[in-house]
């Protein structure tokens, strides 16, 4: 078909840098939509190549040649700068914060507990400048009652102020945050959520959350605060400001330096960025998260928060060798790691669906009464009392190096199993109640300190049928003339277990506890326990428990291992998607349309009745010529709009004369994507699946010998992927450019997922 306006049609030009400047900054990227990889990528490449075309010999040119090479060093640098910096004042909050509740030092209320009794920390009770609340207020410093009661008004001022602040002011900073980081690195615009009041509010939310006393951590979270500071830093340089890949550069050596810091780590945060968030992760980008995690580790060095010269208060060292008996030993503590980890991401995430739907309205209340529970009945256990990072740093010490509350003694065994078991299942319990609540709150540090309590526990029972029975053939391989086992062992290996079963890492996790000890002896001990962990957790299901509230609030996350077999891509494509014809549309229906309608972007085809594809548009670019057309050129409501890419008329010499749109016609085809993606309605829907995962496309067209038969997004597979008969049409909300459709796959057998946008929906 043609139109007698077709040869007025502009011809296909360049768009100027004019235009380029202003799409990227009309946010391309709408909020809670997906990125187009393939897009970023050609972006970028013609940047580089018009920096190229633009430099001459100058020293200007020379000078704007090498700040643009060095601009991503620089940029890593001060990202891992600040990350220390950062992780050095929370970790100098939390531990003043978490000993108010208990006392206070008469020398210097800035002073927490360890640094008022700095000369008799080893002392136990021999300390008098610090004083329990009961002795300041004129009492017995033995008064448990008012004691207990300062401490649980404390826990719940300190959690009922992180949640105020987190509901009035930042919501995107409750929740552990590695869910949608990992979401985000693989191409899901969340904004906000890595901005500057994000970053400040959990900053200050993260010690006020730990030090409450809620079976909490900060390690998790340091992570999302690392990748708000990536943000925040890169975002005045327009590199990163305007291009996602290279943004996403950033945040995964943000990512790796927040893992660092927290753990002490720096090789196995650049490992945990690689394993566990990153879904591109080039070899450029290795170098830049091992920079990065390096200088954040240095700069926390630096600061020495702890005044030992260790980076995390639990890091412990070992001498000792192993026995090759207490395998049995070791395998037991992994079994208990995989079913721990199984049980919890169970338990919790089916909290965190009841919460989602009957506690949404009311976090701070939520907040307060889980606050205040844990506090009474935490309060009764010396090994739940203190703040966890001081309980594992007792917990990984060995008996050498000193006694805590009759750990190391004999007579104290039973005391010690009993103290340790209800520490183990108290603490299990609570944790699967407080990670997901409207505070700042990690589970990694929840997780190892159970495992301790757990490994302790099986250690000092050990230790004691070794005492019993030291001539048995189980211990024929002890030496005759010293200790044979060591519970701090155990209890490092049960921390190592109870992690690898909640987060199902591997590599990274081996990494990061050899790097808490440096202990080079017990690498295999390590790697043993977490291969049973890892093993034993697969039999109750795969992925951890990010992966699991990525499904539970249908973040458009596509898992690597996922897959679909045997399903065409007729099968789950949009059908009689909205398109626009080439040419013979009128303005005010193309602005009807975007009125009415909510989709990024429209396939363009040449008429209704053929469907011929000649390109695809997004919403953005669109409108934004649209309003420069208006702006510019006056366009009346009824202009003819064409779309089609047209070749120069014959008589025009000047490309310079033309201008594509006048009061009486608009053409866009200067912004038409002349060749998307395009597949046959015959193709397997699992090469469709590895075209999203590794090409990063933000559609797929379907087509039949030129003709447009549908359309498959990101959303459109995972709902392939996840679909079940138990969930109604209305529980689905759309998370990208298309409607709803129905699925044509067979229901899936385990998993109920409820696609979710984040509007309304608490933050994870």
């Known amino acids: 078909m043609s139109s007698p306006n077709e040869t007025h049609s502009p011809p296909n030009l360049p768009r100027t840098a004019e235009d380029e400047s202003a799409i990227r900054q009309i946010s391309r990227y709408e909020d809670f939509s997906t990125v187009d990889w393939i897009e970023d990528t050609e972006r970028e490449r013609a940047r580089i190549r018009y920096l190229y075309t633009t430099w001459d010999r100058s020293w200007r040119s020379l000078c704007w040649r090498i700040y643009e090479a060095g601009q991503t060093w620089w940029v890593v640098l001060l990202v891992g700068l600040l990350i220390g910096v950062n992780a050095a004042i929370i970790s100098i909050a939390t531990e003043w914060l978490s000993d108010i509740k208990l006392g206070y030092c008469t020398t210097g209320w800035w002073l927490n507990e360890k640094f008022c009794c700095w000369e008799n920390w080893n002392i136990h009770g021999s300390c008098p400048d610090w004083q329990p609340w009961s002795a300041v207020v004129g009492l017995s410093r033995e008064n448990l009652l008012f004691n207990w009661i300062v401490y649980v008004g404390f826990a719940g001022l300190f959690a009922v102020s992180c949640a105020f602040l987190v509901q009035e002011y930042a919501p995107f900073s409750a929740g552990s945050g590695i869910a949608e980081i990992k979401s985000i690195l693989s191409g899901f615009i969340i904004k906000g959520f890595l901005g500057g009041w994000t970053l400040l509010i959990k900053s200050v939310g993260l010690a006020l959350a730990v030090s409450s006393g809620l079976s909490i951590g900060k390690e998790g979270p340091s992570v999302h605060v690392a990748c708000c500071i990536g943000n925040v830093v890169s975002r005045p340089f327009s590199k ?17 330096a927040g893992v660092a810091v927290a753990f002490a780590s720096p090789i196995g945060g650049v490992l945990f960025s690689l394993e566990e968030l990153s879904s591109q992760f080039p070899l450029k980008t290795l170098w830049r998260s091992f920079f990065c995690a390096l200088i954040a580790t240095v700069s926390l060095q630096a600061f020495n928060p702890f005044r030992t010269g260790k980076l995390v208060m639990f890091q412990a060292s070992y001498d000792k060798d192993w026995h090759f008996f207490e395998v049995i030993f070791y395998i037991l503590l992994g079994i208990f790691g995989g079913v721990y980890g199984a049980l919890v991401i169970k338990f919790n995430v089916r909290v965190a669906a009841f919460r989602k739907k009957y506690l949404k309205a009311h976090p701070i209340g939520e907040v ?6 844990t506090a009474i009945v935490c309060y009764l256990n010396i090994f739940l009392r203190n703040d966890m990072s001081e309980i594992m740093s007792y917990l990984l010490r060995e008996c050498k190096d000193g006694d805590y509350s009759g750990l190391c003694r004999v007579d104290y065994v039973p005391r010690m199993t009993w103290l340790l078991l209800m520490a183990t299942v108290v603490r299990s319990v609570f944790t699967v109640f407080s990670y997901g609540t409207r505070v700042p709150c990690g589970i990694f540090v929840p997780s190892m300190a159970i495992g301790a309590t757990f490994g302790r526990m099986l250690g000092i029972l050990v230790q004691s049928l070794h005492r019993m029975r ?22 490092f290996l049960g921390a190592g277990a109870a992690l690898g079963g909640v987060t199902k890492m591997t590599v990274s996790l081996v990494v990061i506890m050899f790097e808490l000890t440096g202990a080079l002896n017990y690498i295999v001990p390590t790697m043993i326990t977490v291969m049973v962990t890892k093993v034993v957790g697969d039999l109750f299901g795969t992925g951890g428990i990010a992966d699991q509230y990525i499904k539970l609030y249908g973040l458009p996350f596509l898992d690597k291992e996922e897959h679909l077999f045997n399903v065409p891509v007729s099968n789950i494509m949009i059908q009689e998607p909205t398109v626009l014809t080439a040419h013979g549309m009128r303005l005010h229906s193309i602005e009807a349309l975007l009125r009415g309608t909510t989709y990024k972007g429209f396939p363009i085809v040449d008429s209704l009745a053929e469907m011929h594809i000649y390109g695809f548009i997004t919403r953005a670019e669109l409108q934004y010529a649209i309003d420069k057309a208006k702006q510019q050129h006056g366009v009346q409501e009824d202009a003819q709009c064409f779309f089609q890419i047209h070749n120069l008329p014959s008589s025009m010499s000047n490309l310079a004369d033309y201008t594509y749109s006048s009061p009486s016609s608009i053409d866009f085809g200067l912004w038409v994507n002349q060749s998307p993606l395009t597949v046959d309605p015959r193709q397997s829907s699992e090469t469709v699946l590895e075209i999203f995962k590794k090409l990063g496309p933000r559609m797929v067209l379907v087509e039949h010998e030129g003709r447009l038969l549908g359309l498959v997004t990101r959303k459109d597979i995972l709902r392939a992927l996840h679909y079940s008969p138990t969930a109604s049409r209305q529980d689905y909300v759309p998370l990208e450019d298309t409607p709803p459709q129905n699925v044509n796959l067979a229901p899936h057998p385990q998993v109920d997922v409820e696609l979710d946008s984040f509007h309304g929906s608490p933050s994870i």
């Open 240 to 256: 990163f400001r305007y291009n996602r890949a290279k943004q996403r550069e950033i945040l995964s050596a943000a990512s790796a």
């Open 470 to 491: 030291p001539h048995a053939l189980l211990f024929s391989g002890c030496p005759t003339d010293g200790p044979c086992i060591e519970p701090a062992i155990y209890a």
């Open 368 to 373: 307060a009464v889980l606050t205040v529970s």
